[in-house]
């Protein structure tokens, strides 16, 4: 799941003197920076894959490209567009329609000559495309205006609140194996709470759903699902409500590797003993 520490830029760059620019201006404002220069570093492609469809990347760099952005959650992604080694064209537009990544705010900067490749960078769902001169001027001010904040101390406020009784509710029949009703019950919770505590709802929901598809041998809508659920848990305490955040981050990482090493024709071989209990604290022992 989403890493603990100062919040990350993913930077699809490759100029070296340039890398060493952004990490240093975006170590004084507070931000980590990891760097992707080529597709290679993520694995050579699947021969195969499938074709790529709009949608949650799940097959060779690009599937593990929205694996690693999915579990590191980053503020903010930089697209260097005169960095030929990144297909930066095919990956925006696919993170962007994505329900896994679609928030996650997409910077570019190119040359302030080369308007095809702004309009094309635009046209894929980049939140904002800048000249390189501007991106060097203006870059703190840049960061500031569009990496994704969240308010830990509403959060943490929020998660002191009782669990709705439809939530428990809902957590209990997903322990119990009953998926499709706990989606209904965590629904009408997680609709009727207009705070940031919604997401526990709308996390817990989204694991039934990947299980309900587990058990329907639908191995792509679960894949989907588990990669989903990342952005919901990612911004929670590891205790909310009385749910034990921490062991559910755990349980999705554990589930969600078990998948990928079955393979789509290897659900019957799923060990149900990963989709553990949703641990709440009147169940604690």
């Given amino acids: 799941m989403s890493e603990k520490g100062p919040p990350l830029i993913v930077g699809f760059v490759a100029d070296l003197m340039f890398t060493v620019r952004i990490e240093s201006v975006a170590a004084r404002l507070g931000y980590r920076v990891r760097w992707i220069a080529d597709p290679m570093q993520l694995g050579p492609p699947e021969p195969d894959a499938p074709a790529h469809r709009p949608g949650e990347f799940l097959h060779g760099p690009d599937g593990r490209l929205m694996e690693r952005l999915t579990r590191w959650q980053p503020a903010l992604l930089l697209f260097d567009l005169t960095n030929d080694a990144i297909p930066w064209g095919r990956w925006i537009a696919g993170l962007k329609s994505s329900?896994?990544?679609?928030?996650?705010p997409v910077l570019c900067f190119g040359s302030h000559v080369d308007v095809a490749a702004s309009r094309a960078a635009r046209d894929?769902?980049?939140?904002?495309?800048?000249?390189?001169?501007?991106?060097?001027?203006?870059?703190?001010?840049?960061i500031a205006q569009h990496?994704?904040?969240?308010?830990?101390?509403a959060m943490r406020r929020a998660c002191e609140a009782?669990?709705?009784p439809r939530a428990l509710a809902g957590?209990?029949?997903?322990?119990?194996?009953?998926?499709?009703?706990?989606?209904?019950?965590?629904?009408?919770?997680?609709?009727?709470?207009?705070?940031?505590?919604?997401?526990l709802y709308r996390a817990i929901l989204q694991i039934a759903v990947a299980y309900l598809q587990i058990q329907r041998h639908n191995y792509n809508g679960a894949v989907k699902m588990?990669?989903?659920?990342?952005?919901?848990?990612?911004?929670?305490?590891?205790?909310?409500?009385?749910?034990?955040?921490?062991?559910?981050?755990?349980d999705v990482d554990a589930v969600h590797e078990a998948l990928l090493a079955l393979g789509r024709d290897g659900l019957d071989d799923f060990d149900w003993s990963l989709a553990r209990p949703v641990l709440v604290e009147e169940d604690a022992t």
Wanted: charged share 35%.
């Fill in 124 to 142: 894929a769902g980049a939140d904002a495309v800048v000249a390189r001169s501007r991106f060097v001027a203006a870059l703190p001010d840049l």
């Fill in 147 to 153: 990496a994704r904040a969240h308010d830990d101390e």
């Fill in 171 to 199: 957590i209990r029949l997903a322990n119990a194996g009953e998926y499709y009703e706990a989606h209904e019950e965590l629904e009408h919770a997680w609709m009727d709470d207009a705070g940031p505590g919604r997401d």
């Fill in 99 to 104: 329900p896994a990544t679609r928030r996650l």
């Fill in 162 to 164: 009782p669990l709705d």
């Fill in 226 to 250: 588990l990669l989903r659920v990342r952005q919901w848990l990612a911004p929670l305490p590891d205790r909310c409500r009385g749910v034990d955040v921490a062991r559910l981050r755990q």
